[in-house]
């Protein structure tokens, strides 16, 4: 299979039927990846091509065998009791299973993989220090390998390619100097409708950005244009107090009293509008990208908060976007 071609099947947004993607892997691999994704049609189309056939390998009508490979981060048997996953093709993969643990199980791969991160996009792997290896260990990365690389690669471009010490992480990576924001925030409560007209302009709104925050206090209105533009990233509210030149505990005032709400509920509430434009623009893109290009680390905490903000899962909102 080595010697084969590779074919790889984006299951969120898959190209051509199970027929030809067989036929363009004989001999070799076919990889489908997030295949919970796969939709219904397809998934009968595949179980069909691979029933009866020698157990974990599915054969074209001509070539020779084909080794077929599935991943996912979701529980398939419950997505069978749910009735969102074929039976019968859950019997086809179960041949073999590997489950891989998250990155927090594996401590002991974090230097090596953190080392091998940097030399992909050319960097120098010795670059991190010894107090900046302690606290990529003692991180949680609730988005596993994806989050750790970002993280990592993001320090060497931030610092220059120099050696990575301590005091860069509360500049660069705030989640590893003192724990992870979009953590910890266990609920998205319904804002007052003056904080989603003043927040997050509405199209109509798009044009007179001025008129949408007139009569707040000047820090809060430096502070909202500052938070739309950068809630993807990693943000704390001392970093935006900062960048707003005032208090961090004057800032979380303004929110609460000229806003009726706080930093962490507002910035979690943008997340989610702009997960659910990705989701509505229909990009070509697995639901852990949207939840980690929004800024949400953790796949689990993103679809919870989602689902308790629309009232729908991501997935079936990328269905019905007009619900």
């Known amino acids: 299979y080595r010697q084969g071609p590779f074919v790889e099947v984006n299951c969120v947004h898959p190209q051509g039927e199970a027929g030809d993607w067989f036929s ?50 979701a529980d398939l048997e419950q997505r ?51 107090d900046v290896m302690e606290a990529l260990c003692a991180h949680d990365w609730p988005g596993n390998l994806l989050e750790m690389e970002r993280v990592v690669v993001r320090l060497a471009v931030m610092t ?59 820090g809060l209105k430096r502070a909202l244009a500052y938070l739309k533009d950068h809630a993807a990233e990693p943000l704390t509210l001392g970093d935006l107090a900062r960048q707003a030149h005032v208090s961090q505990s004057h800032l979380g005032f303004l929110f609460r009293s000229e806003l009726g709400t706080t930093f962490k509920l507002l910035l979690q509430q943008l997340r989610i509008e702009h997960a659910k434009q990705l989701l509505r623009d229909g990009q070509r893109l697995r639901i852990t990208d949207v939840a ?25 909102y990328r269905r019905t976007p007009d619900q």
């Open 24 to 73: 363009r892997a004989q001999g070799g691999t076919l990889y489908f990846h997030e295949v919970d994704e796969l939709p219904a049609p397809l998934q009968g189309q595949l179980s069909h091509r691979m029933r009866g056939l020698p157990a974990g390998h599915a054969e074209a009508q001509v070539a020779g065998p084909i080794r077929v490979i599935a991943s996912t981060s």
């Open 80 to 130: 069978v009791r749910e009735k969102q996953f074929s039976r019968a093709l859950l019997a086809g993969l179960e041949f073999l299973t590997v489950d891989i643990p998250p990155l927090r199980e594996r401590v002991e791969d974090i230097g090596a993989l953190a080392a091998r991160s940097l030399e992909l996009h050319g960097f120098n792997p010795h670059v991190l220090g010894d």
């Open 160 to 218: 220059g390619g120099r050696c990575i010490r301590r005091d860069d992480l509360a500049r660069h990576a705030p989640d590893l100097a003192a724990g992870n924001l979009s953590g910890d925030a266990g609920h998205v409560a319904q804002l007052p409708p003056r904080v989603e007209e003043t927040a997050i302009p509405g199209p109509a709104q798009q044009d007179a950005p001025r008129a949408a925050h007139e009569g707040l206090h000047d």
């Open 292 to 316: 980690l290009q929004v800024g949400f680390g953790d796949l689990s905490h993103f679809e919870k908060s989602f689902r308790r903000a629309v009232g729908v899962s991501p997935r079936s």
